[in-house]
């Protein structure tokens, strides 16, 4: 389905590049899970359970996912359509789910902590991803609307065919994942109470992939200009700041900062469709448009933390 791929120079073989850093990624992320856990028998036990389990279920749920919600796929849905995986189509959330559900399984399997596995898993997850995205250049995925700002048209972020010029967003979630992975790394260190680095990566990986899923205008996962990964992903981070709020109303201490999280989370998501309006339907200009949505973004961010940080002194 995506004739423009690189495909590499392998006598017999058809081997895709992005196929390769998908591989690599998958290596990366086992070896940093292994890292993370050797210290404890449980965890250690619970990551190789992990580590046998992800490759299938993300595998198999990133295919049925971006089979069942992609537009493009739907004239063609069929058994037979969806298990011939060499035509290619595949959703990261799909994947990112399945490596979750993993976590959940072999924690059960070894007798170890759901959520300590969980927090052990979100570096990973994020070490992962730096690979995958930068994966996608050898691909037509991970492009933005065709830019209209000449410093950005005449940087190493640009890439350019015979009409226009085209943000590399793949580049910045490859940035974005590897600052995420250093970030939940740290706090790791720190020996947070247990699910405190989960819900980080859950919050800010919500939060900065649905900037990133609005930038991306290739056409993956999208019904008219609704991007099915965006949707996701406001559902990923907003899911969590209400479970943090929850937490947070249950213990005793103030209540303002949880209250100011919920008041404030449907009104910035309505405030997100509407600057997603204003970006695919009005003349203001793009920069304008994300000028609003980045304050947006940042708001949930903060308020998340924060209660994270409250539940950290707790801890």
Avoid at 49 to 75: E, H, K, N, V, W
Avoid at 140 to 155: A, C, F, K, N, V
Avoid at 173 to 183: H, R
Avoid at 187 to 204: A, D, H, I, P, Y
Wanted: include cysteine; charge should be positive.
């Amino acid at each position: 389905m995506y004739e423009d791929a690189v495909i590499l120079p392998v006598p017999g073989a058809r081997i895709y590049a992005y196929g390769l850093m998908l591989a690599l990624g998958c290596w990366l992320a086992i070896i940093l899970l292994w890292r993370l856990s050797s210290r404890h028998e449980r965890l250690s036990r619970a990551a190789a359970f992990t580590s046998l389990l992800a490759l299938p279920m993300g595998f198999a749920l990133a295919r049925a996912m971006y089979c069942l919600l992609d537009s493009a796929f739907q004239p063609i849905l069929t058994l037979r359509n969806l298990l011939n995986v060499h035509t290619g189509g595949f959703a990261m959330y799909g994947a990112l789910l399945g490596a979750a559900l993993s976590a959940l399984i072999g924690a059960r399997l070894a007798g170890a902590n759901k959520m300590r596995m969980l927090d052990l898993l979100s570096p990973a997850l994020a070490a992962f991803l730096v690979p995958a995205r930068l994966g996608e250049g050898f691909t037509t995925l991970g492009i933005s609307r065709p830019l209209t700002t000449s410093w950005l048209t005449d940087s190493f972020l640009a890439s350019r065919d015979a009409y226009d010029s085209y943000l590399r967003t793949y580049l910045l979630e490859a940035a974005t994942a590897l600052i995420l992975a250093v970030f939940l790394i740290r706090m790791l260190r720190r020996n947070v109470k247990e699910g405190l680095v989960f819900s980080s990566f859950c919050l800010l990986y919500g939060v900065t992939q649905t900037l990133m899923e609005s930038l991306r205008y290739d056409g993956h996962l999208r019904f008219g200009f609704i991007g099915v990964q965006q949707v996701l992903s406001a559902a990923l981070f907003g899911v969590t700041l209400i479970a943090l709020s929850v937490r947070a109303l249950r213990r005793q201490g103030g209540k303002l900062l949880p209250v100011i999280a919920l008041a404030s989370l449907p009104l910035v998501l309505a405030a997100l469709v509407g600057v997603e309006f204003l970006i695919d339907r009005s003349e203001l200009g793009k920069l304008f448009s994300y000028g609003l949505y980045l304050p947006l973004l940042a708001l949930p961010a903060a308020l998340g933390m924060r209660l994270i940080k409250g539940e950290e002194g707790l801890g």
